[in-house]
């Protein structure tokens, strides 16, 4: 019999819940789209669900994540920080670490 290995990963700071694969596909969806509101919709989330889940990380962390800037004729939009981007670079490496220990 084969068996497959599930797992989940999340990051925590002085244990609380800091980034696991929801909030991590929200950043990277910010990231793609540079709009919060398409990179809620486009991972399920509520539009009120994706700022929560941003000012939460951004709370315990201590960083701002993201940065917007206000519709108008031109539109508005949304892009991670740096602090963003190194926060989901590290949550994407340790996955993939963990993904190909377990395939070993």
């Known amino acids: 019999m084969k068996y497959q290995v599930k797992y989940r990963i999340w990051l925590e700071k002085e244990g609380k819940f800091l980034l696991g694969e929801g909030s991590a596909r929200l950043l990277l969806a910010i990231d793609e789209t540079g709009s919060l509101s398409l990179a809620s919709k486009k991972t399920g989330i509520s539009y009120k669900k994706a700022w929560q889940i941003i000012k939460n990380i951004e709370t315990l ?7 917007s800037k206000k519709g108008g004729s031109h539109g508005g939009g949304t892009i991670l920080t740096e602090k963003g981007k190194e926060l989901l670079k590290e949550y994407i490496n340790l996955k993939e670490k963990v993904n190909d220990c377990i395939n070993k």
Not at 61 to 67: A, D, N, R
Request: charged share 30%; aromatic share 0%.
């Open 61 to 67: 962390s201590g960083e701002k994540l993201i940065i």
